[in-house]
């Protein structure tokens, strides 16, 4: 399908591009779960940890505590792939960020900053179990939750400016007159951050408290697992009721700033004459729709807000700045699919709570408990969706309207190898991250703590000092 | 002081912290691979993890630090750098990509079996991003990097003064690492280590000043500008670091720990600036002068507002952590072996 982006925009394309869109899909699409972790977690420790204190209940604490090391554990990887988006940023786009790093940069040195910020106050936090006064130590996480605020908004700013570009110029093919702040804080920014920043409190929300829907269906009905479903599911809750509206307004004025994109969410190929259908499911073949099935007026209504506006169709684009029948596809069944968890998710936890209200404990029913195990992942896959469908639904443009994928990517043509070897290594990190939390999970259980050192298993007698 | 000496000097900066801290990091890797089995590694191994676990985070920051400066303040150069340099980085990516991750699941680990695992990447995989970020400062400082872009993806890094630059930089590393680490073993009462970590620290200080003396040898040949910036305006520095590694050598030889680690990161230091002052005006040797490499200048100033921000931010915090980390309440948990068992 790539090969036919290609065709179309007539420009012969690098070797890289394609391999350095892959490697891009593949390692940012890897990141965001963990930067989520470390987005929305410091801060559902904090509720947790501060619980344990004021109301001194070590059911609380040790939840905190377990939480902290597997957030180290995933904040490692995550500052690992973190760092190869940095790498990458030059090696695959080196179009993109020779021309214009002098503008989209300033908010990833803001994020350096908050970045900066959390791993400093992690390790703080991670080692000051035991060593700090309790009332100071648990305030070493709030420094990181600020952090991760600060660090969406900037990384979301750089995407935002991506696709609604502002800020500078372009002179004679020169970049001028260039203002990072208004790049920084374009008029995109705020949406898209609280869309993600929300994002990060469901997949995390969801995830952890699936952990322990996992355990309660185990028969594990202590006062551990309870709590520890709780706290999340209430975060993932005001998160999932939220995340809707966010996503709604999100989509206004998207019909006049990227009316390609718009078509390709709804798969609206030709513009209607008065109010368009809601398509689901359903494919484009060469410019025709195949098995969808149509909603008449949904459509306007989610697009436009109105009952009676048209949504304009991928005709109204100009030939050579259209995505492909892949593209279109790909990002319109991705924005389906995060539409569709998102809601079955809103409509998952407004259950729970109403019957909480109606003196019903959902918590008792199986089919519940198991839902609840599948809500992580459904949230992660709405996350990953939700991406696909932004990203793919922007091409062929990497900095819309301005700056087309093929001038971004690297010309390079070892670019395939890079991919193959960054399949295998994060394959490995994936398999080595679950093992350990996995194993030491398990260790919890059986009521033993970590290994006392590394390699140390002669070291616990205490006869070395 | 221009806008853009101003950004490059904030650049070189970051460079000189995460080559100190993170170089006394990755060079703890040195240390972990030759502890010895598991038995017998144990008490060192442990040694290592408590001395770097509550640091490293913060410590690779640094690197992320360099790279958005770099990009935001030089863009065109650093897309110079990456698209001629792409092999060497991505082999220090991968570095850095192995070592985090096995590091954090070696502390983690649920078995033995799956310690010594990963700490055998661990291990391995911290020799690879000093080399290959030293052959990216040789390749850059000898003028292999075009204006343009996609220089010689081979040459540029397989030459004398990339090879010279990643050898010195892992002996560099190894060395600052042991230094501190052998003054962490004596802090925490374990003399033995102490004495065994000085002998190698020894040996790895020797060794790498030895290559530091025969890498002059074809450096003048093969990056005659640094060369000449070196014995040049750079002279002073160069006599310094030469000074200050003997006498960390002479001090641990006599077992004056704590006062190695300054002259270790005094000659360390050194160097680094030798290296800055050496190559300055240029950003890319050769090719491009700092002055004429900068973003535009709005961006500049927004960069130097980032820079005091970390200033006031991140510079009190950093301290406060890497105090802590010396300090007895933490050091004395280190030593009873308790730590993350306070459950």
New interface residues.
């Given amino acids: 399908m790539h090969l036919v982006a290609t065709v179309l925009t007539a420009v012969p394309a690098p070797p890289g591009l394609f391999p350095a869109r892959e490697q891009m899909a593949l390692s940012l699409g890897w990141h965001i779960i963990l930067s989520c972790f470390g987005v929305a977690f410091p801060a559902m420790i904090f509720v947790m940890h501060r619980r344990g204190l004021r109301r001194n209940d070590p059911v609380a604490i040790e939840l905190a505590k377990r939480w902290s090391k597997v957030s180290a554990v995933l904040f490692a990887i995550g500052a690992v792939s973190g760092t190869v988006l940095s790498f990458e940023m030059g090696v695959l786009w080196p179009g993109l960020m020779g021309r214009f790093g002098g503008v989209l940069g300033l908010p990833f040195a803001f994020e350096g900053l908050s970045f900066f910020v959390e791993a400093i106050f992690l390790g703080i936090y991670l080692y000051g179990w035991g060593r700090m006064k309790p009332s100071v130590h648990v305030l070493m996480l709030l420094p990181m939750a600020v952090a991760g605020v600060i660090g969406t908004f900037c990384v979301l700013a750089v995407n935002a400016w991506m696709n609604w570009p502002t800020g500078f110029r372009i002179v004679n093919g020169q970049v001028t007159d260039v203002n990072p702040w208004r790049a920084m804080f374009n008029d995109r920014v705020w949406l898209q951050f609280a869309h993600m920043w929300v994002g990060a409190f469901m997949v995390v929300g969801f995830s952890v408290a699936g952990v322990y829907a996992v355990g309660l269906l185990r028969g594990r009905r202590d006062a551990h697992h309870r709590l520890g479903f709780v706290v999340p599911f209430v975060f993932a809750t005001v998160a999932a009721l939220v995340q809707p509206v966010i996503g709604h307004v999100l989509g206004f004025g998207m019909d006049t700033h990227q009316p390609a994109k718009l078509a390709s969410f709804e798969l609206a190929e030709t513009t209607t004459h008065g109010p368009s259908p809601i398509r689901i499911g359903g494919v484009v073949i060469d410019g025709k729709v195949y098995g969808s099935i149509d909603i008449p007026r949904i459509g306007s209504l989610v697009a436009e807000n109105s009952f009676s506006n048209p949504v304009p169709g991928m005709d109204t684009v100009p030939l050579a700045d259209r995505p492909n029948d892949g593209e279109i596809n790909t990002s319109h069944w991705a924005f389906q699919i995060m539409v569709g968890l998102g809601s079955a998710l809103a409509l998952g936890v407004a259950t729970f709570w109403l019957a909480r209200w109606r003196r019903r404990d959902l918590l008792r029913h199986r089919w519940f408990l198991r839902a609840c195990a599948f809500a992580g992942p459904a949230a992660v896959i709405a996350l990953e969706a939700g991406w696909t469908a932004t990203e793919v639904g922007r091409q062929p443009w990497t900095v819309y309207g301005v700056l087309k994928t093929v001038d971004a990517a690297s010309t390079h043509s070892g670019l395939w190898w890079l991919f193959g070897v960054t399949v295998v290594v994060y394959t490995a990190m994936t398999v080595g991250a679950v093992t350990v939390i996995r194993s030491m999970t398990r260790r919890w259980r059986d009521g033993e703590t970590d290994l006392p050192s590394p390699y140390g298993p002669a070291l616990g007698g205490g006869d070395q000092r | 002081m221009t806008l853009d000496f101003l950004v490059c000097a904030a650049l070189f900066v970051g460079v000189v912290a995460y080559a100190v801290f993170g170089g006394a990091d990755f060079g703890s890797g040195f240390f972990d691979l030759t502890a010895g089995g ?2 017998r ?3 060192l ?2 040694l290592v ?1 408590h001395s770097i ?3 490293w ?2 410590n ?2 640094w ?3 360099v ?3 770099w ?6 150069t ?6 001629t340099l ?1 092999v060497p ?2 082999l220090a ?2 570095g ?3 070592r ?13 079996r ?3 695992l ?2 055998i990447i661990f291990a391995l995989s911290s020799f690879l991003t000093p080399f290959f970020l030293g052959a990216v400062a040789g390749a850059v400082a000898s003028g292999r990097v075009p204006v343009d ?2 220089g010689d ?1 081979w040459t540029s890094w397989l030459n004398p003064t990339s090879i010279f630059g990643g050898l010195i930089a892992v002996g560099t590393c190894a060395f600052l690492a042991g230094t501190f680490l052998t003054a962490d073993a004596e802090r925490s ?2 003399p033995g280590l102490a004495d065994v970590l000085r002998q190698r620290t020894l040996l790895v200080g020797l060794g790498t000043g030895a290559i530091v003396f025969i890498a002059l040898v074809p450096l003048l040949d093969d990056a005659p500008t640094l060369t000449h910036g070196l014995l040049d305006h750079g002279a002073v520095l160069i006599v310094i670091s030469a000074v200050a590694g003997a006498a960390t050598i002479w001090l641990l030889w006599r077992r004056r720990y704590v006062t190695a680690r300054v002259t270790a990161v005094t000659a360390v230091l050194a160097v680094l600036v030798g290296w800055g002052i050496g190559q300055y005006p240029w950003l890319l040797v050769d090719q491009v002068r700092i002055a004429d490499a900068g ?2 200048p ?2 500049m100033v ?2 130097l507002i ?1 820079v005091a ?2 200033g006031v ?2 510079l009190p ?2 301290i ?2 890497l105090r ?2 010396q300090s007895e ?2 050091s004395h ?1 280190d ?9």
């Fill in positions: 598991a038995r590694g144990a008490e191994r442990t993890d676990g509550p640091v985070e913060a690779h920051v690197l992320i630090y790279l958005v400066i990009w935001t303040g030089f863009p065109a650093f897309a110079a750098a990456m698209t792409i980085m991505l990516l991968l850095i990509v192995l985090g991750a096995s590091f954090a699941f070696r502390k983690y680990a649920g078995t033995l799956q310690a010594r990963f700490g872009g996609y993806v009462g374990h973003g535009p709005a961006t927004g960069l980032v921000l970390a931010i991140v915090a950093l406060y952590l802590l980390t309440a933490w948990a030593k009873s072996g308790t730590v993350d068992r306070t459950s």
